[in-house]
């Protein structure tokens, strides 16, 4: 790897690390080969999501965002890509679909900027799929073979138990993060997500096992989905997610098996 490159993918990783741990020891778990494809998709990720949120005033977060949007252009038109530590390392992993894809993402995360709630869980699901699911076929893709309904699937599941652990953080920044928060709903929605799961583990074989190595990003999906769904009352409380000996274990066993 050149240096500049390998200082790109350096940036990127440290970017990953600090604002979505999670995702980095999962990718940190995948093959080196991977890890130079996920960490720049990751870092976009990282971006895009926290541009709505470092600012008060919509029209700056706005201009974030089409600053992404622009840089993606520049991406799926195949010419002279700016020169940035994520845009440059992404350009190289990116086709015209996938830059498609995280441009849909951008799109969704415009719903961040403001604090207008879910049209209806139509929209809900949709900004899930737009935003995680996205992003999971985009990552899974861009390792190997992989049905786009499977990632999609995935994504979803993950992108749903993320959000279910944020709902107290979400709600403090006078956000609505739910059509519905009576527990039943809550219970309902994260039993959807167990059941797209169980879809996505249907249809492993249209997945490399290259292209699963994405899918580690979702070890602690299932886990948080069932607490959800036993006892919604977590969700409000705070209370998701696994012990760091479960996170760690989990994860490793994953890895070791190429099961998800």
Same mark, same amino acid.
């Given at each position: 790897?050149?240096? !500049?490159?390998?200082? !790109? ?85 990116? !086709? ?83 059509? !519905? ?80």
């Amino acid at each position: 790897m050149a240096p !500049d490159a390998a200082e !790109d993918i350096a940036a990127c990783a440290a970017l990953v690390q600090k604002a979505d741990p999670d995702r980095f020891v999962a990718t940190m778990a995948a093959k080196p080969a991977a890890r130079e494809k996920l960490l720049p998709i990751y870092a976009f990720n990282v971006e895009v999501a926290r541009a709505p949120w470092v600012t008060q005033e919509s029209m700056i977060a706005e201009m974030r965002l089409q600053w992404w949007r622009d840089a993606l252009e520049e991406i799926k038109a195949g010419g002279m890509v700016r020169r940035h530590e994520v845009v440059t390392p992404l350009a190289l992993v990116l !086709d015209g679909e996938s830059a498609a894809l995280l441009d849909q993402l951008i799109e969704a995360r415009r719903w961040d900027i403001y604090r207008d709630p879910f049209e209806d869980a139509a929209h809900f699901e949709r900004y899930l799929e737009q935003t995680s699911g996205g992003l999971m076929q985009v990552a899974a893709q861009a390792l190997g073979t992989c049905a786009p309904e499977v990632a999609q699937d995935v994504g979803y599941a993950l992108g749903l138990a993320n959000w279910l652990k944020a709902i107290p953080a979400l709600e403090e920044a006078k956000r609505v993060p739910l059509v !519905d928060g009576r527990p039943e709903a809550v219970a309902a929605l994260a039993e959807t997500g167990l059941v797209r799961l169980k879809r996505a583990r249907a249809g492993r074989r249209a997945v490399s096992a290259a292209a699963g190595q994405a899918f580690l990003a979702a070890w602690q999906a299932e886990s948080v989905l069932r607490q959800a769904a036993r006892e919604p009352e977590r969700v409000a409380a705070g209370a998701l997610g696994m012990s760091e000996f479960g996170k760690r274990a989990g994860l490793m066993w994953r890895a070791l098996s190429g099961r998800w």
